[in-house]
T-cell receptor, first 115, second 112 residues
Framework: DVKVTQSSRYLVKRTGEKVFLECVQD?????MFWYRQDPGLGLRLIYF???????EKGDIPEGYSVSREKKERFSLILESASTNQTSMYLC??????????????FGPGTRLLVL | GQNIDQPTEMTATEGAIVQINCTYQ??????LFWYQQHAGEAPTFLSY????GLEEKGRFSSFLSRSKGYSYLLLKELQMKDSASYLC?????????????FGGGTRLMVKP
C-alpha cells in the first residue's frame, strides 16, 4: 500500500511566523503535490514537483514556497504566515511513468490555524 | 483552463440509489477521477474514466460522456458509511505531470 505521511495533523501558529509542513511518501513516486482545501472551494493546487529539486507553481502559489531535496520528501513553506492561510493542507504523490489511470495518493492532511 | 461543477450537497436514504453529477469544461481532456473523502480524512481513489461509457466497481459506478463534458458517480444500496464528500477531478491533455483540477466536492448525507 502507498503511504503518504504528513508531519502534523493539527498546527497552531501566529501571524508572521515561518511554517514548515513536511510530507513523505514511501513508494518512490516522481510526482508530489501540495493542495489546500477550503469549504466551498474544493482542493486548490499550490505547488507540485515532478522530480528532485524541480518545482512548478500551481493555481495559488502566492505566499508559499516548496522544497524537494530528496525524492521521498516534499516540504511546503509559509514564509510569513497570515490568517488567510488558515486551511487544511493536503499532500499527494503519484507515479509518473505508469498508465493513464495512475491516481494521486493523499496524506491525512494538516489542519493549520494562524492566529 | 478548466471549470468543474458538481452539486454542493445531496441527501439520500439508506438502501437507495444516488447519482452525483459532474460537468467540466477543459481545453484538453485526459481522464476523469472520482474520489471519496470522509470528514477529517484524506481523499481516496474511487474510479477513473477516460473513454465514454460506464465503469462498474461493486456498488459504485462511474459514467463519462466526453462530447457532453459530463460524468456521474452512481452509488447503489446506500449505506450509512457512504456519508462523505465525493470529489470529481479532471486531468488535462496537456498535462505532463499528472496534475488534476478538482471540483468543489459534493457532500452526501445518507439518512436511515
Amino acid at each position: 500500500d502507498v503511504k503518504v505521511t504528513q508531519s502534523s495533523r493539527y498546527l497552531v501558529k501566529r501571524t508572521g511566523e515561518k511554517v514548515f509542513l513536511e510530507c513523505v511518501q514511501d513508494m518512490d513516486h516522481e510526482n508530489m503535490f501540495w493542495y489546500r482545501q477550503d469549504p466551498g472551494l474544493g482542493l486548490r493546487l499550490i505547488y507540485f514537483s515532478y522530480d528532485v529539486k524541480m518545482k512548478e507553481k500551481g493555481d495559488i502559489p502566492e505566499g508559499y514556497s516548496v522544497s524537494r531535496e530528496k525524492k521521498e520528501r516534499f516540504s511546503l513553506i509559509l514564509e510569513s504566515a497570515s490568517t488567510n492561510q488558515t486551511s487544511m493542507y493536503l499532500c499527494a504523490s503519484s507515479i509518473s511513468r505508469g498508465g493513464l489511470q495512475e491516481t494521486q495518493y493523499f496524506g491525512p492532511g494538516t489542519r493549520l490555524l494562524v492566529l | 483552463g478548466q471549470n468543474i461543477d458538481q452539486p454542493t450537497e445531496m441527501t439520500a436514504t439508506e438502501g437507495a440509489i444516488v447519482q452525483i453529477n459532474c460537468t467540466y469544461q477543459t481545453s484538453g481532456f485526459n481522464g476523469l477521477f472520482w474520489y471519496q473523502q470522509h470528514a477529517g480524512e484524506a481523499p481516496t481513489f474511487l474510479s477513473y474514466n477516460v473513454l465514454d461509457g460506464l465503469e462498474e466497481k461493486g456498488r459504485f459506478s462511474s459514467f463519462l460522456s466526453r462530447s457532453k463534458g459530463y460524468s456521474y458517480l452512481l452509488l447503489k444500496e446506500l449505506q450509512m458509511k457512504d456519508s462523505a464528500s465525493y470529489l470529481c477531478a479532471v486531468r488535462d491533455q496537456n498535462n505532463a505531470g499528472n496534475m488534476l483540477t478538482f471540483g468543489g466536492g459534493t457532500r452526501l448525507m445518507v439518512k436511515p
